[in-house]
């Protein structure tokens, strides 16, 4: 396995093109998963157990009652522009406008992007990821934290994220926190 480039290169030349970074992390799943933005590597957190089986809910609910509208794929590398790549912890695809190629691209919004905090994670960080998805499209994102067991709801015409205490809804999608957080 090759060793991650710094997130602080000392030059210009340490930058990793968004050739090797398809190649390395998308294409060839080498680990960690890595975000890129403007050349550099940005190691996303070790998920704990909480962080999946938060993930595994949210895929399983939506799975169970949306199905057939709706797709909810865990990590997939978004590219939100040329050099900004994401990978939020569950993209959800509306199936009535399904992505186009091996991931979407600058023109192919998902329709929910949902961020899973893990102890590491800064809240003012993950909210501003939300800011770069609504840019780039995104409908709807929400942002856990099953350490607390907390939820947010984020979309575009909010003045700041919704802190929700009973469910998370994204359009259509309704999932409530006792399904989010079964069994965490």
Partial sequence: MAAITSTMPETEDALVSVEEYIGRFVEGGEKPTCEYVDGELLPKSMGTK??????????YHIRQK??????????????????????????????????????????????????????????????????????WGVRYCWVIDPERKVAWEYAPEDAEPRRMTDALTAGPITLTLDEVFEHV
């Fill in 50 to 59: 909480k962080h999946s089986k938060t993930q595994q809910n949210i895929q």
């Fill in 66 to 135: 949306y199905g057939e509208a709706f797709d909810p794929l865990p990590e997939l590398t978004v590219r939100l522009r040329k050099k900004r790549f994401y990978v939020p912890d569950v993209a959800i695809e509306d199936r009535a406008h399904p992505i186009q190629g091996r991931y979407p691209g600058p023109e192919d919004p998902v329709f929910l992007c949902v961020e899973i905090m893990s102890p590491p994670d800064r809240i003012g960080k993950v909210f501003s990821k939300c800011e770069e998805y609504h840019k």
